[in-house]
């Protein structure tokens, strides 16, 4: 037995010897394949030398990148490799590099310097005039799309940080003088040598927003933080939104492509909130309950007109005890009727139908002073309900709608019901806190259960995890973003807003998008927060200018979208909106990231993957990028820096 034992013994010592070996063996050849690929990317990068290091992929090859999944992907902060440096039109190099042989997408021609895709001047002929629907979004079919990067104008560069902005932007950057001669007596804008000068008048406040929203002030209170979201209808360059911001008041603004060249262009210019968006036949891509305060300023709104349908929106889109402010035709008819080139008589009747039109859909009249009228939406509908009663001809009360639905949804003649109420006092829906303290509380939505699966502990996780991710992205990815380099951002998949509320303190505004087909539709949270944001199927493209964000944020964006439509359209579009040298930060699996970190030299796109917060373990990683400086030319060649 003891012979037995020790040969047993042996064969042990033996197989463990040859398992030791064998595993050596497979460490070896795991280490030289990743050597192997490490000596790849060194030989393409020091043959590729015009190419930034940090657009050669970090590995490229899904072997590569899998030979790091074992260690951390970043041993130095992803910030390091990328040039977040700002630039002016002097910089240009005009030589072309090696890389514009590698360019999988070519230049657009210059025509379309300023492209938007789904308000194409020229394809909106083809839509009828009723109701301005020519206006509306009409995206074009795939075989109109552009597979092509749009360029910036000549001598293109970084807009002035905030808040010169405000009142500058540089002429290169939207070269059209005809607003400075069509609106030159009512103070929008001027030309003064390279750049534009807002002085912040408007057709109605021609002694400047400032003055105009004082005398807001002295008919509803704008200092308290119960007013903390605005929209402006009609909006011109945004000068009311611009100076409410001194407010702590945040608003939409939204104008059409029209003859009036690049309204909203400017307005983003100068680094306030604006998208291009028309009253005609569609709702207003905002759930109910969205705003504080409405506003028109000579906005050319027919409000008395299709059964007052515009109006009706305005109310669906106002929270209860909201203030619709009007100041233009007709208002203060008696003193402008004759600049107006119309009768006193028009004009008395089309107030008439406007006041009617507001006590059909249970608003008082707070005031009328001088040039402005302000209106207010009831509480709740108690009230309202027993008053439709005994009217006659007035617009009834929806049934069985869904009133945050407002994508490619068309509006109402009929009012949208606020939540059930017990007490004439009580707010539908919930009462909402004054601002600041509104961001960090739980909002009405969540509280009240509307949100099925999401209780008040989720919105909080949420709220403290958004909070460490962008301490993350200032510490370690992107510094520019703690400097105040960037001003208008977009988050491309907002959920709760969580991103764009841990940035509440700092000069920038977030663009909060939610998609329209998600399993929830949280877009009234994120407004019961104090915050702005739209729907946004991104299939689409954004209604918005070229070169109008300096900062894409975009969680798991290409995960929800991998099996709707065609990845590369989607980065397409966040190329076109994107500013040069703008920063893109993408979260999502290494796998789909893999796919955009492929794509990504040919959209000239500098980028480094790093790890998620939590370390290197975590599955999902973080895509970091910044749009290179790049211009057109009349010959539709470019330069390049």
Same mark, same amino acid.
């Given at each position: 037995?003891?012979?037995?034992?020790?040969?047993?013994?042996?064969?042990?010592?033996?197989?463990?010897?040859?398992?030791?070996?064998?595993? =050596?063996?497979?460490? =070896?050849? #795991?280490?030289?394949?990743?050597?192997?690929?490490?000596?790849?990317?060194?030989?393409?990068?020091?043959?590729?030398?015009?190419?930034?290091?940090?657009?050669?992929?970090?590995?490229?090859?899904?072997?590569? =990148?899998?030979?790091?999944?074992?260690?951390?992907?970043?041993?130095?902060?992803?910030?390091?490799?990328?040039?977040?440096?700002?630039?002016?039109?002097?910089?240009?190099?005009?030589?072309?590099?090696?890389?514009?042989?590698?360019?999988?997408?070519?230049?657009?021609?210059?025509?379309?310097?300023?492209?938007?895709?789904?308000?194409?001047?020229?394809?909106?002929?083809?839509?009828?005039?009723?109701?301005?629907?020519?206006?509306?979004?009409?995206?074009?079919?795939?075989?109109?799309?552009?597979?092509?990067?749009? *360029?910036?104008?000549?001598?293109?560069? %970084?807009?002035?940080?905030?808040?010169?902005?405000?009142?500058?932007?540089?002429?290169?950057?939207?070269?059209?003088?005809?607003?400075?001669?069509?609106?030159?007596?009512? %103070?929008?804008?001027?030309?003064?040598?390279?750049?534009?000068?807002?002085?912040?008048?408007?057709?109605?406040?021609?002694?400047?927003?400032?003055?105009?929203?004082?005398?807001?002030?002295?008919?509803?209170?704008?200092?308290?933080?119960?007013?903390?979201?605005?929209?402006?209808?009609?909006?011109?360059?945004?000068?009311?939104?611009?100076?409410?911001?001194?407010?702590?008041?945040?608003?939409?603004?939204?104008?059409?492509?029209?003859?009036?060249? /690049?309204?909203?262009?400017?307005?983003?210019?100068?680094?306030?909130?604006?998208?291009?968006?028309?009253?005609?036949?569609?709702?207003?891509?905002?759930?109910?309950?969205?705003?504080?305060?409405?506003?028109?300023?000579?906005?050319?709104?027919?409000?008395?007109?299709? %059964?007052?349908?515009?109006?009706?929106?305005?109310?669906?889109?106002?929270?209860?005890?909201?203030?619709?402010?009007?100041?233009?035709?007709?208002?203060?008819?008696?003193?402008?009727?004759?600049?107006?080139?119309?009768?006193?008589?028009?004009?008395?009747?089309?107030?008439?139908?406007?006041?009617?039109?507001?006590?059909?859909?249970?608003?008082?009249?707070?005031?009328?002073?001088?040039?402005? /009228?302000?209106?207010?939406?009831?509480?709740?509908?108690?009230?309202?309900?027993?008053?439709?009663?005994?009217?006659?001809?007035?617009?009834?009360?929806? +049934?069985?709608?869904?009133?945050?639905?407002?994508?490619?949804?068309?509006?109402?003649?009929?009012?949208?019901?606020?939540?059930?109420?017990?007490?004439?006092?009580?707010?539908?829906?919930?009462?909402?806190?004054?601002?600041?303290?509104?961001?960090?509380?739980?909002?009405?939505?969540?509280?009240?259960?509307?949100?099925?699966?999401?209780?008040?502990?989720?919105?909080?996780?949420?709220?403290?995890?958004?909070?460490?991710?962008?301490?993350?992205?200032?510490?370690?990815?992107?510094?520019?973003?703690?400097?105040?380099?960037?001003?208008?951002?977009?988050?491309?998949?907002?959920?709760?807003?969580?991103?764009?509320?841990?940035?509440? &303190?700092?000069?920038?505004?977030?663009?909060?998008?939610?998609?329209?087909?998600?399993?929830?539709?949280?877009?009234?949270?994120?407004?019961?927060?104090?915050?702005?944001?739209?729907?946004?199927?991104?299939?689409?493209?954004?209604?918005?200018?070229?070169?109008?964000?300096?900062?894409?944020?975009?969680?798991?964006?290409?995960?929800?979208?991998?099996?709707?439509?065609?990845? +590369?359209?989607?980065?397409?579009?966040?190329?076109?909106?994107?500013? *040069?040298?703008?920063?893109?930060?993408?979260?999502?699996?290494?796998?789909? =990231?893999?796919?955009? #970190?492929?794509?990504?030299?040919?959209?000239?796109?500098?980028?480094?993957?790093?790890?998620?917060?939590?370390?290197?373990? %975590?599955?999902?990683?973080?895509? +970091?990028?910044? &749009?290179?400086?790049?211009?057109?030319?009349?010959?539709?060649?470019?330069?390049?820096?």
């Amino acid at each position: 037995m003891g012979k037995e034992t020790q040969a047993l013994a042996a064969m042990k010592l033996h197989h463990l010897t040859d398992l030791k070996k064998r595993s =050596l063996i497979w460490f =070896l050849a #795991l280490s030289g394949l990743c050597s192997l690929f490490y000596m790849l990317g060194a030989w393409r990068a020091s043959y590729s030398k015009e190419i930034p290091p940090s657009t050669i992929l970090f590995g490229t090859s899904a072997d590569a =990148l899998g030979c790091r999944l074992n260690t951390k992907l970043t041993s130095t902060p992803a910030a390091a490799e990328l040039d977040f440096s700002t630039y002016s039109s002097s910089e240009i190099d005009d030589s072309m590099s090696v890389q514009e042989e590698l360019i999988a997408f070519p230049s657009c021609d210059m025509k379309y310097s300023e492209y938007t895709p789904c308000e194409d001047t020229q394809r909106s002929l083809r839509f009828e005039r009723e109701k301005l629907i020519y206006r509306e979004r009409h995206c074009p079919a795939k075989d109109e799309e552009l597979h092509c990067l749009i *360029p910036a104008p000549s001598g293109y560069k %970084n807009p002035l940080p905030w808040p010169k902005s405000r009142e500058s932007a540089w002429y290169a950057n939207v070269p059209h003088k005809e607003l400075t001669v069509e609106k030159a007596i009512q %103070n929008w804008i001027q030309y003064e040598g390279d750049r534009f000068r807002f002085p912040g008048g408007g057709t109605m406040f021609p002694k400047g927003a400032k003055s105009y929203i004082d005398d807001i002030n002295q008919l509803i209170s704008l200092s308290d933080g119960t007013i903390r979201t605005a929209l402006d209808t009609g909006c011109g360059v945004a000068s009311w939104g611009a100076y409410l911001l001194d407010r702590d008041i945040l608003t939409m603004s939204f104008a059409p492509r029209d003859t009036h060249e /690049a309204q909203v262009q400017f307005a983003l210019e100068r680094g306030v909130p604006a998208m291009l968006g028309v009253m005609a036949s569609k709702r207003m891509p905002y759930p109910a309950r969205s705003f504080d305060m409405a506003h028109c300023s000579r906005c050319l709104i027919p409000w008395k007109d299709h %059964n007052g349908m515009y109006l009706i929106e305005v109310d669906r889109v106002l929270r209860p005890g909201g203030y619709w402010i009007l100041s233009g035709p007709p208002i203060n008819w008696q003193t402008h009727w004759k600049g107006w080139q119309r009768t006193k008589e028009d004009l008395s009747e089309e107030q008439h139908a406007i006041e009617s039109l507001a006590r059909s859909l249970c608003w008082k009249k707070v005031a009328e002073r001088g040039n402005l /009228a302000v209106w207010q939406k009831p509480w709740n509908h108690i009230d309202c309900i027993r008053f439709k009663k005994r009217m006659l001809n007035a617009p009834h009360i929806c +049934v069985n709608e869904d009133a945050d639905a407002a994508w490619y949804k068309n509006m109402e003649t009929c009012i949208t019901p606020l939540p059930d109420a017990t007490d004439r006092k009580e707010v539908a829906g919930g009462p909402l806190a004054k601002w600041p303290h509104r961001l960090r509380l739980i909002p009405p939505r969540i509280s009240n259960g509307t949100l099925p699966g999401v209780t008040e502990s989720t919105f909080l996780d949420d709220t403290r995890t958004w909070g460490e991710r962008v301490e993350y992205y200032k510490g370690s990815l992107a510094p520019p973003l703690a400097s105040g380099r960037y001003r208008n951002i977009i988050d491309m998949n907002a959920n709760f807003g969580g991103f764009a509320a841990a940035l509440a &303190k700092d000069k920038v505004w977030v663009m909060n998008v939610v998609p329209p087909h998600g399993k929830l539709n949280t877009l009234g949270v994120i407004y019961e927060r104090g915050l702005i944001g739209t729907y946004q199927d991104w299939c689409e493209a954004f209604s918005t200018y070229p070169r109008t964000y300096d900062f894409i944020h975009a969680d798991r964006i290409f995960s929800m979208y991998q099996d709707r439509c065609d990845i +590369v359209n989607i980065l397409l579009e966040m190329d076109r909106i994107l500013r *040069p040298k703008g920063l893109i930060i993408v979260r999502d699996d290494v796998v789909i =990231l893999n796919k955009v #970190l492929s794509m990504a030299p040919g959209l000239r796109w500098e980028t480094r993957l790093a790890d998620h917060e939590s370390g290197p373990f %975590n599955a999902e990683k973080i895509l +970091v990028a910044v &749009k290179t400086y790049w211009v057109g030319s009349p010959s539709n060649s470019t330069e390049q820096s």
